[in-house]
């Protein structure tokens, strides 16, 4: 069996706002090297936050989280955040530079790597997600879902342990969503995947946890979590009209 410390462990977490809005209340989460993970629940449920712990951009409350091993605190800060990958929502948020290859270049030139290695980086980070040939193009020139896979390869380039994306499949049409899930299925990363899309989850990802009120609801395989209705329902998840998850 091995022994190697799992990519994410998060134990006892709790955490307030500065406002006193108490947004997790002690929560635990293991996922193993190389899983896919959906984190589901409602609006409100405290799924941004828990993410936002992941990588240290929040801190100060109660409990601990460690990724591959190290604790995510501030003298590890630098490490952890090329360990977690966070691929947020809008990918212009992600996407400052004139050319998309400055762009997945960026992370691997903070981290001081020689310019050979930056290169063969970026090539393979925008192999990876299917946009090799657009190192030169400015990211405004491409559509939505072109603009979101060279997000993802932004965080890939920096050889992450673990990739977190905030709801992957919003604003994508049909086809950018099952090119996006190409990707991802494709990866070899531990992913954890924020998303309201219930199809999405169970079409990638084995197994999803959920969270509701700040505390973990339900952890186990999609397939069985979507099966059950009374679940849904107590949580505010609702699959598309139809959508039967058994026989997916
Ligand atoms: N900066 C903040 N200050 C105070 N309260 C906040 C802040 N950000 C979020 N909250 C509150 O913390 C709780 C959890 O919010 P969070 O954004 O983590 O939920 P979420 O599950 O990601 O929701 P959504 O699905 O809408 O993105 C909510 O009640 C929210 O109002």
Redesign the pocket.
Known sequence: MSTAPPSLLVEDLAFA???G?Q?LFGVDLRVGRGERVALL????????????HLNGILSGGRGRVSVAGLPVERRNLPEVRRRVGIVFQDPDDQLFMPTVGEDVAFGPRNLGLPEPEVAARVAAALDQVGMAGAADRPPHHLSFGQRRRVAVATVLSMHPEVLVLD?PSSNLDPAGRRELAEVLEALPVTVLM?T?DLPYALQLCPRSVV?DG?VVVADGPTRELLADADLLARHRLELPYGFDPTRV
């Open positions: 706002y500065p406002d809005h947004a629940g409602p609006n409100g449920a405290g799924k941004t936050t828990l993410v936002l709801e924020v309201h969270l700040g």
